[in-house]
């Protein structure tokens, strides 16, 4: 059973910066694509970024491009995803997954097409 394990998460104050690591128990990441979502209480869960795993092309949400970096560390096994300019509207549990998906963009945008998911690691952002 593959695993993924997010940390990183915190309460940082608007401006900050925090990063978040989703490391796998096994080479599960291997030809798949990992991907970042978020969940704020009383919302649906959103696309953050994701990257290829073979390839490392890269793709973000509107919201977060240009604040947040999503990168891979092939020998550790783990995805990256750097915060900068945290809003408060950041606030959310993130959750990182992974998933052999199609090479189509919209197909690795939504979450229904991951099959392998973390627990999460909660990012709060004060004013």
């Known amino acids: 059973q593959v695993q993924l394990v997010e940390s990183g998460g915190s309460l940082v104050q608007a401006g900050g910066s925090l990063r978040l690591s989703c490391t796998s128990s096994a080479r599960a990441f291997s030809s798949h694509t990992i991907g970042w979502f978020r969940q704020a209480p009383g919302r649906e869960r959103e696309f953050v970024a994701f990257?290829?795993?073979?390839?490392?092309?890269?793709n973000y949400a509107d919201s977060v491009r240009g604040r947040f970096t999503i990168s891979t560390d092939n020998a550790r096994n783990t995805v990256y995803l750097q915060m900068n300019s945290l809003k408060p509207e950041d606030t959310a549990a993130y959750y990182c997954a992974a998933g052999a998906i199609s090479s189509r963009t919209s197909a690795r945008r939504q979450a229904r097409n991951y099959d392998t998911w973390g627990q999460g690691t909660q990012v709060t952002v004060s004013s």
């Open positions: 990257v290829g795993w073979s390839n490392s092309d890269t």
